[in-house]
């Protein structure tokens, strides 16, 4: 059986694992990094937060790239009422305010939504999910159709609103420069404005389940850092990989065509994928991720939305 080894892009690799080499360019990238974390951090100090009548709950990281936010705001919102899920819609292919779900109801495609609020809206059947650059204008409009929790997906960087703040952080980070010479958003230290910090396989952990699996798979996915799926794939027959950037599309035809070529019976695919190929002819193959939450992370969401019940 083969087993897949994603590659890394250049600026991946660096962020993320990067080797000996790669130090030297960090070295020579460190003087914009601090003073980009310099900016970055009188921002957030300075900014005068607007104060809401309902929770508003941000699930965020430090760094760019995928830390498991998507799959956390679905299992977080999935055990609420009345929500509101308000994201800024990464890799769509629209602008300004877009609804993207009304109380699991689907108003709009993936192209305007983009791939992460399209799966958080076909996940949950009971939440409303909408896409604006500008949180607050998809905030107003939330809470005058009557929502009662807002949750904030990657909205820690929104420093002029007032928040619960939760924040993700990977199994593995061995470079903690920020941008443009390692994947921080912020400095590190800045966890320190957050009301929890949670650690993957400490406070959450995945679980990877494979639905229609095939004989001869086919590796395909646009999502940041691939070389993350690797533990999970251990043991599959992965044939060939076909990586694109987060958030891109794919070509229906370039894939019959690769599969053809190498013999696949499917592709293998994130959930985050598979909504950007819903009305494909192909056989496809899903990784479906579910995130286990320790109870205790519940109480603490508990506590901060009690605060807002008369």
Known sequence: MNVVQPRLSFFERLFFNPKSFDWVIILILSPISILYGLIMFIRRVFSIKK??????????NLTVGGSGKTPFVISLASSYDGVYIIS?????????????????HILTDVFNSGDEAMLMAKSLKK????VSENRKLAINLAIDKGAKVIFLDDGFNRVDIKKFEILLFPKRVKNYMTFPAGAFREFYFSKLFSDLNLHEEIDFKREVSFE???EK???????SNPERLKPFLLGKNIVGEYLLEDHAYFN????????????????LVTQKDEVKMKNFQLPLS?????LQIKNEIFDKINSYIGEYKV
Request: hydrophobic share 45%; glycine share 10%; charged share 20%.
């Open 88 to 104: 800024r819609g990464y890799g769509r292919q629209s602008r300004g305010l877009v609804e993207v779900s009304d109380k699991g």
């Open 127 to 130: 939440a409303s999910v909408i």
């Open 217 to 223: 798979m086919l590796l395909v996915t646009a999502i």
């Open 286 to 290: 899903v990784m479906k991720l579910e």
């Open 252 to 267: 229906e035809i370039f894939l019959k065509e690769k599969m053809l070529a190498l013999g696949a019976t499917s592709l």
């Open 51 to 60: 104060a809401y009548s309902i929770p508003i709950i941000s699930i965020g």
């Open 212 to 214: 229609n699996e095939s």
